[in-house]
């Protein structure tokens, strides 16, 4: 009886597994960043070569993971090919379990160069009484490149 037990036990687990399994959700695979792109005012897609004082849409599709709702902020760094950084934006939005939203942030370039975008997505909380933050990436950072 205990080896029948122990055996339809063994069955069940293995089965159990199979079709529900159980992973452990790292901390950048909260939330996925997908499909950077540049964006004009109406939200069409645009190439990568854009003109001085044009201004464009850094934009992104961010993809809550969890079953959860997740609080995010959605950053943009653009920086020159020398590494400086010429802007830094972000807006903040919530996102519920499985949820896509389409981010973007307008952006200008004012002189000629290659420029690359990076976008974060971090959940930023701030302690009002100790005046401290912490920032808590929710994905891996991508970049996109512009020249201009």
Known sequence: MIKQVSCIFGIMLVFTILIDPAYAMTQLDRVDITNPRLENAFGSKISDHVNVNQQVQISADVKNNQDKPQDFYYLVQVKTQNNVVVSFQWIKGKLDPGQIFKTALSWTPKISD???????????????????????????????????
């Open 114 to 148: 290659a420029y690359t975008a990076e976008i974060f997505v971090w959940d930023i909380k701030v302690e009002a009484s100790t005046k401290s933050w912490q920032v808590d990436p929710l994905a891996e950072h991508i970049t996109l490149k512009i020249t201009s």
